[in-house]
């Protein structure tokens, strides 16, 4: 079996040296470089071509964050997986965003960090519980910003339609309600389904009831 080739970050001579006697217990894993700050982690990535790289987020004079963009540009089929001291790193969603398969505390046992190696050479992330739980709850904050983005673009009319549309009124009902005729609905309607990007009112009322836009009626 291939051997997974490992570069290991960091400017901590002592932190580095544990990690590569962790790995190196393994016969599936292999250190084949070590590197103390991003210029020197970049260099020996291209010389050495590791599957993947073990970095601390904080490396002087530069960042880690500055070091994973410059490394993912030049070989982005590497693998990176950044460590932090702090589980509550402010620095977990930029270096994802920038490529990083993978954001580790320091404090992770030695079994652990091995999982996470192997786990993502098969295509997974590696996360821990903390850091995924906070990752959600960035994309459910993420998600209701965009809901609240996207709505602004109806008219006052707009929404009182989608409004009626997600109580599933008819366009004869919406009409009487709101004293227009049944073709202005109709237009109405069609911009609203422009609009949200949807493709019949059923998905309209689905998509009003499930973002919250509107209070459900007894």
Sequence with gaps: MEQIKVLIVDDHALFRQGVRSAIEREGDIQVVGEAENGAEALAKARKLNPDLILMDIHLPPGSGLEAVSAIKGALPKVKIIMLTVHEQDENLFEAIKLGAEGFLSKKVRA???LRSVRGVMRGEAALSRQMTARILKEFARLAEMQVGNITTQLTPREKQVLEKISEGSSNKEIALALCIS???VK?????????????????????????????KRE
């Design 182 to 184: 049944q073709n202005t």
């Design 187 to 215: 237009t109405h309607v069609a911009s609203i389904l422009h609009k949200l990007h949807l493709h019949n009112r059923s998905q309209a009322a689905e998509y009003a009831q499930r973002s919250g836009l509107y209070d």
């Design 111 to 113: 079994q652990a960090l």
